[in-house]
């Protein structure tokens, strides 16, 4: 059973700073934000074997297909070299041995043949990633972001793109942040092209009615739990959301007190091994500090 933090998560903090406050805060694992890192790998990697942490997902530098629209985000507008910058971070982040990388297609914007550009570009990223043995996840968005992270919002989208691609081999980062509205048995049903899970709040921009945070853990836990069922439990990265949340953390992780759980990103390991994810949002059901969290998914065990 193994923690990780993703670096989204202490944003203002550098590298080095990341690596040695999620060993001391008892973290296992660190979810890579390639923009974060130093040019020197070796010298990260180092640091990394002598902390002590592992890798789990990876996020590139440039992380769409397609020029993003949002703030700081954005990117160099061509996409031929979004493509060529997405297959460069493969080569690099495969040294970190990641469990897997993710990448998004980018909002349609100004482009008329924007699935076609799509289609041939995940081929182009998908044969640099398997040439050097990354496993490669495509994350849909949810649909409130259609015209700004990525025109595809749902498991299905995902599968029909990679299917048109021909990309059998590439599978799916989820995020519950993005697919709540998505019923548990679709995430079951695709199991086994998981590559990651991101479990998160409902979004702030939805409709959430009198549903407080404890049910959206509720939702996140019901999605996590079709996969879990399905013996793919999965290891853990938390990733916090909102800039709150984020204050909340980096003043947790810097006292190098025990991890808080309000945003979390679970990862499928290779090769069959099973890490058992931990659990929610600290101040719910979360366990006092220096205790060890309970697995989201026990009852799999």
Known sequence: MKLSLSEISTVGATFEEDVAAYSAAGFEGIGIWEFKLPEDDEANLKLLREAGLSVANCIPEVPSLLPLRLPGMQGPPDPEQRVEALCRSMRRLAA????SV??????????????????????EVAAAAHEVGVRLGLEPSHPAQLETVSFVN??????????EAGLENVGLMVDTYNLWHEPPETLAAVAERVTGLHV?????????GDRGRR??????????????GR????????????????AVVAARVANSSAPSYPRFVASRPP??????????????DAPP?????????DRAR
């Not at 970190?96 to 469990?99: F, T, V």
């Not at 008329?112 to 550009?117: D, G, K, L």
């Open 96 to 99: 970190y041995e990641p469990e």
């Open 102 to 123: 993710l990448c998004l297609t980018g909002p349609v914007g100004r482009f008329e043949n924007a699935r076609s550009m799509v289609v041939e570009g995940l081929r």
């Open 154 to 163: 749902s498991v299905a989208d995902a599968l029909a793109l990679l299917d």
């Open 200 to 208: 998160a709040d409902v979004p702030l921009e939805a409709d959430r």
């Open 215 to 228: 049910r959206d853990l509720l939702d996140a836990r019901a999605l996590l739990g079709s996969l879990c």
């Open 231 to 246: 013996g793919l439990a999965p290891r853990l990265c938390r990733r916090v959301g909102s800039p709150s949340d984020r």
């Open 271 to 284: 090769h069959g091994h099973r890490h058992v994810p931990l659990h929610g949002r600290r101040g719910l």
């Open 289 to 297: 500090p220096g205790a060890r969290p309970r697995g989201l998914c």
